[in-house]
């Protein structure tokens, strides 16, 4: 993630021109102005349309497309996608993408275009990358392409069966995630598995430090492992852990019930630890993404964001952390 502007209660549009690649800004207001009224910006001549019956019979209506822009790996696309589809159902929008990255190579996503044009469509971009804002609810009725992290869950829960389908994974990467589990069910009989995401890598060196991003100690999973225990009484539990850091995982989570995944593509990580009973996480989006999928207890590591940090003024816990989740300490 990038630093970010602490102004929380403003969206950014901006024109989007192929011919001089400059972007101008313009305040979005609490209500979007007037179809009829000037923002500085034309809609775009390269708008694509579709045909559709209104409940009331009305004439043929131009559809209104939504898409966006992808940034960062796999856990963050996941959150531009989700968001995006959760803006363009809750206002009438088509939602489609041009490309995906990792996210097309990972998932069946039913949302791509390759061929449509956007070009003049105008932008739209965050000023918080984990804090809701209403306005992005009540976007100018243009084709839009909406930027940032947008790493709030609320964007998206009224769409949240829609996105559970998008994010299903690929045939190849589910077959070797359900020979893993199936492996591992095969010897735990009756024993309730819990995914355990640990995250390191650049989070620990001091520039990600002084910015903001924190770490979980091994006193964290002891804490999050009583936890666990405490809401699955009389349970045997299985703790399955996968990491960027095997080796410090290894030497710092010190439990009998403890079993460590080998290195596999991130992919295949996500589809196993996702397809676990419960999930416990520390820091990033991707195992953020792996308690959503999973859909069961949920314990995270609170001190993701370290308190008075850049990185914190863009960021609120209740936006980021879905309700019914539940954080723990160092």
Not at 50 to 64: I, M, R
Not at 251 to 261: C, E, H, P
């Given at each position: 993630?990038?630093?970010?502007?602490?102004?929380?209660?403003?969206?950014?549009?901006?024109?989007?021109?192929?011919?001089?690649?400059?972007?101008?800004t313009?305040?979005?207001?609490?209500?979007?102005?007037?179809?009829?009224?000037?923002?500085?910006?034309?809609?775009?001549?390269?708008?694509?349309?579709t045909?559709?019956?209104t409940?009331?019979?009305?004439?043929?209506?131009?559809?209104?497309?939504?898409?966006?822009?992808?940034?960062?790996?796999?856990?963050?696309?996941?959150?531009?996608?989700?968001?995006?589809?959760?803006?363009?159902?809750?206002?009438?929008?088509?939602?489609?993408?041009?490309?995906?990255?990792?996210?097309?190579?990972?998932?069946?996503?039913?949302?791509?275009?390759?061929?449509?044009?956007?070009?003049?469509?105008?932008?739209?971009?965050?000023?918080?990358?984990?804090?809701?804002?209403?306005?992005?609810?009540?976007?100018?009725?243009?084709?839009?392409?909406?930027?940032?992290?947008l790493?709030?869950?609320?964007?998206?829960?009224?769409?949240?069966?829609?996105?559970?389908?998008?994010?299903?994974?690929?045939?190849?990467?589910?077959?070797?995630?359900?020979?893993?589990?199936?492996?591992?069910?095969?010897?735990?009989?009756?024993?309730?598995?819990?995914?355990?995401?640990?995250?390191?890598?650049?989070?620990?060196?001091?520039?990600?430090?002084?910015?903001?991003?924190?770490?979980?100690?091994a006193?964290?999973?002891?804490?999050?492992?009583?936890?666990?225990?405490?809401?699955?009484?009389?349970?045997?539990i299985?703790?399955?852990?996968?990491?960027?850091?095997?080796?410090?995982?290894?030497?710092?989570i010190?439990?009998?019930?403890?079993?460590?995944?080998?290195?596999?593509?991130?992919?295949?990580?996500?589809?196993?630890?996702?397809?676990?009973?419960?999930?416990?996480?520390?820091?990033?989006?991707?195992?953020?993404?792996?308690?959503?999928?999973?859909?069961?207890?949920?314990?995270?590591?609170?001190g993701?964001?370290?308190?008075?940090?850049?990185?914190?003024?863009?960021?609120?816990?209740?936006?980021?952390?879905?309700?019914?989740?539940?954080?723990?300490?160092?």
């Amino acid at each position: 993630m990038s630093t970010l502007d602490s102004s929380i209660n403003q969206l950014y549009i901006y024109t989007n021109s192929s011919a001089n690649n400059k972007e101008n800004t313009f305040k979005l207001l609490s209500s979007p102005p007037n179809q009829n009224k000037s923002l500085a910006i034309e809609s775009s001549s390269t708008t694509t349309t579709t045909t559709q019956q209104t409940n009331t019979s009305q004439a043929n209506v131009t559809a209104l497309y939504l898409t966006t822009r992808f940034t960062g790996r796999l856990g963050n696309q996941m959150f531009i996608y989700a968001t995006m589809v959760g803006l363009a159902r809750a206002q009438n929008r088509v939602p489609i993408i041009k490309s995906g990255g990792d996210l097309v190579n990972t998932f069946q996503i039913t949302n791509l275009n390759k061929d449509m044009n956007t070009d003049g469509w105008n932008v739209i971009s965050e000023s918080a990358y984990a804090i809701f804002n209403s306005k992005f609810m009540n976007l100018p009725p243009r084709n839009l392409i909406v930027t940032g992290y947008l790493q709030c869950w609320r964007y998206f829960l009224h769409a949240q069966d829609e996105i559970r389908r998008e994010f299903t994974f690929v045939p190849s990467i589910q077959k070797e995630a359900d020979a893993v589990l199936a492996s591992c069910r095969s010897q735990l009989q009756n024993h309730v598995i819990v995914g355990v995401h640990v995250r390191r890598g650049d989070f620990v060196l001091d520039d990600k430090q002084k910015h903001g991003y924190g770490v979980a100690n091994a006193s964290y999973f002891i804490k999050a492992f009583a936890k666990m225990r405490s809401l699955l009484p009389n349970q045997n539990i299985t703790f399955l852990v996968a990491s960027d850091n095997l080796t410090w995982c290894k030497d710092n989570i010190k439990d009998t019930s403890v079993t460590f995944l080998p290195e596999r593509d991130r992919g295949i990580h996500l589809a196993i630890l996702s397809s676990c009973d419960h999930v416990i996480l520390t820091s990033g989006t991707f195992g953020w993404w792996i308690a959503w999928l999973a859909n069961g207890i949920s314990i995270y590591f609170e001190g993701y964001i370290k308190k008075d940090s850049p990185l914190e003024a863009g960021f609120t816990a209740r936006d980021y952390y879905p309700l019914g989740w539940i954080g723990l300490g160092n």
